[in-house]
């Protein structure tokens, strides 16, 4: 991969988007990749010490303090900001395992626009019982509406080309731009999605700023209403 990557001349941004995780984020900045180029953390106004410890475990990071609030509009600044060709998106509360990086990337090099994580993919196993029911709920809508076979569409963990914001508007003017809405508008749009089976480790310390529920309602709507909109190719 790394072979692949030097002959193509291809930069690659690891994007961490974070609100006060200065106790999980020494569990995911070291297991980042060296041959990643750019590691950028987009800080939703943390009162912790989240960005202190970002510079002090990574000194070469770069830290950008998202403008709005909310995950959605952090991910939609971060992968504006990002330099990289490719965007890898990682969860900052070390769910995700960073040295995975790989199973994400190499599918972009054999053509693919999208590489999704799965939470659920290798079974059901050690996961919350409201993880699997919420999950399973929104993934069977989409997978009827698209005629898909997903087995996780809210992983935060996915990878893809930075060109493909040109092609697909895939952010809500409200806001909204989480996994499931990306997914709706890249299927509209033709684009090559792939699945990628991911470990899921939890997360590692202090309770999610997410209210689950209300997510999850929220995905299905979304999930409806993009199956019946225009596509949102530019």
Known sequence: MLKAKAERRLSITALICTLNEEESLP????????????????????????????KELRPNIRVLSQPGRGKGEALKYGVE???????????ADGETDPEEVTNFVHPLLQGYDFAKGSRFATGWRHKPFHRIFGNWLIVTVFNVLYRTEYTDLCSGYNAFWKSITQRV????????????????RLHKAGLKVMEVPQSMRGRLSGRSRLPNWEQGFTAIRTVVRERFRRSQER
């Open 27 to 54: 569990h995911v900045l070291p297991r980042i990749p060296d041959w990643v180029d750019e590691v950028l953390l987009v800080d939703g106004h943390s009162t912790d010490s989240t960005v202190a410890v970002a």
């Open 81 to 91: 900001q990002a330099s990289g060709d490719i965007i890898v998106t990682l969860d």
């Open 169 to 184: 508007n895939l952010w809500s003017d409200d806001g909204w731009n989480y996994e499931p809405l990306l997914i709706c």
